[in-house]
């Protein structure tokens, strides 16, 4: 892996084995168990043979129908997969926004809390986070609900709080699964400075979306995955 | 960090309430005199060392089985954030060993209560407390690290401890000594339960006595076995975890 490729992928395979509610059955377990019979899973190929070297400062934009691995792919380069062949090496930090828009929300504590809670869960100190709570509340435009819980926010609220907590986190690599261009009007347009800003600092983005015009707006080259497979050019 | 995360988790798990995790030590005090009052009349024991006795016994014992039951789904309870947010995959476990002993640490004033109330006779055997809260909790973070990647990938393990927990607070030394049981059949009991090991590590030197030769080598044996098992298994299952959830 050069010095300028931020995310390596080297022949990545990710299958899963899947059991099926018949594979949980006892009286069948039992019955081949006495007949010396197996019941193999079914393995799901997610992705197959997926080389990519991104350099570092590029910004991807994945599409592709449902199912074809898009998500499966950013949580390889993310690292929270680890492909069942091949090797994922990513240099830096990665912040992903994978997920529900509400993924990783305490819905009992305040914004504030959460705030807290996602960047020490990223690996910064509290020490770290305390003096940025200002720049949070006022950039995800929450203003005195930044102080209440999060389960008397609506979803609008929750996707500010989340997308600025996390980048409010300095890092080398950012992975979005559909976590752009989905608040308001108002709050897109300051998540596009926000991102323009972490572009600025050389920052890799690799974002999936069903939307060509977000893809369009924040991506310089995209790639197309179908069927685990990334389709050339 | 994970301490200030479980502390944060713990409050908002109570939040909405006047007593927060208080509920729990006043849960637990209830049982516990209901316990003591009932088995101490019906066996005929001194209340006034039986009380101690089962109050240091039943509470250390919640501490190990809430340990036990919330380390052991600790990976599936943690699922979502293990599949969208990057993080130390150990972080589940140091969680839930941590809410644990907060929570105990809430409860352990009951112990020190009835300590003071019933003029408990201190030994120079105390310096062996600190040591045994050490050493139950390396246990149960351990055990977390283990049987917490088992339960995601066989679901029925879950079932099963639970099963076994319930049934556990039987066959533990709480409300019941090892010498009621001494010339009966059902003596092996105590000598094969792990739990009673670490629990009379703890609970003798409060009361006042030395532990046995006997505690020190079984303490020590499960100690070592399953910190091997919990930091060999987990390094091996660590890169799975994701497809078992």
């Known amino acids: 892996m050069s010095d300028t490729t931020a995310i390596d992928l080297e022949d990545v395979w990710v299958q899963y084995r899947l059991r099926h509610a018949h594979h949980y ?24 043979s997926v080389t990519l070297h991104v350099p570092a400062g590029a910004r991807i934009g994945l599409s592709g129908p449902n199912g074809a691995g898009k998500s499966t792919l950013l949580s390889v380069m993310s690292g929270l ?37 996602i960047g020490m869960r990223l690996g910064e100190k509290l020490s770290d986070m305390e003096p940025r709570m200002d720049d949070i509340q006022e950039f995800s435009g929450l203003g005195r609900r930044f102080d209440h819980p999060v389960y008397t926010y609506s979803s609008g609220m929750q996707v500010r709080l989340r997308f600025t907590a996390i980048t ?23 998540a596009e400075e926000r991102l323009a800003e972490f572009y600025g600092h050389s920052g890799t983005l690799v974002l999936a979306s069903h ?15 179908s069927n685990g497979v990334v389709e050339p050019a | ?55 240091i016994g039943f509470i250390s014992f919640s501490w190990m089985t809430n340990m036990i039951q919330t380390g052991s789904t600790s990976i599936i309870a943690n699922g979502a954030s293990i599949q969208t947010a990057p993080g130390p995959l150990s972080l589940p476990a140091l969680r839930t060993f941590a809410a644990a002993t907060i929570q105990f640490g809430h409860n352990a004033i ?55 927990v319930s049934v556990l607070f039987f066959f533990t030394p709480i409300f019941w000594t090892t010498n009621d049981l001494s010339k009966n059949q059902l003596a092996w009991l105590a000598g094969w339960n792990p739990i009673a090991y670490l629990l009379d590590f703890l609970r003798q030197p409060l009361l006042g006595s030395w532990p046995t030769a006997a505690i020190w080598i079984g303490v020590t044996v499960i100690t070592v076995a399953n910190t091997l098992g919990g930091l060999v298994h987990f390094s091996h299952t660590r890169d799975r975890l994701a497809y078992w959830l």
């Open chain 1, 168 to 190: 409010s986190v300095r890092a080398d690599v950012l992975v979005v699964d559909e976590g752009i261009g989905v608040a308001d009007q108002e709050f897109n347009a300051r």
């Open chain 1, 25 to 48: 059955n006892l009286k069948r377990t039992v019955s081949n168990f006495i007949a010396r019979r197996r019941d193999e899973p079914e393995i799901i190929t997610a992705l197959r």
């Open chain 2, 110 to 164: 009951v112990i020190v209560l009835v300590m003071i109330l019933f003029q408990v006779h201190l030994s120079p055997a105390i310096i062996v407390a600190p040591l045994a809260l050490v050493v139950i909790a390396l246990n149960g973070l351990m055990l977390a690290l283990w049987l917490g990647p088992v339960v995601a990938r066989y679901r029925d393990v879950g079932q099963i401890i639970n099963s076994l």
């Open chain 2, 1 to 55: 960090m994970w301490w200030t995360l479980s502390l944060q988790t713990l409050r908002s798990q109570y939040r909405r309430t006047y007593l927060g995790p208080w509920w729990i030590t006043a849960q637990q005090v209830i049982f516990v005199l209901g316990l003591s009052l009932l088995f101490g009349t019906l066996m005929g024991q001194d209340l006034k060392s039986f009380i101690p006795y089962v109050t």
């Open chain 1, 81 to 117: 997969l680890k492909p069942t062949h091949g090797s994922a090496t990513v240099a830096g930090r990665v912040l992903a926004l994978l997920g529900g828009p509400n993924e990783g929300l305490d819905p009992e504590q305040t914004g504030r809390e959460n705030a807290l809670a």
């Open chain 1, 211 to 225: 939307s060509d015009d977000v893809l369009a707006m924040h991506c310089t080259t995209e790639m197309r995955l």
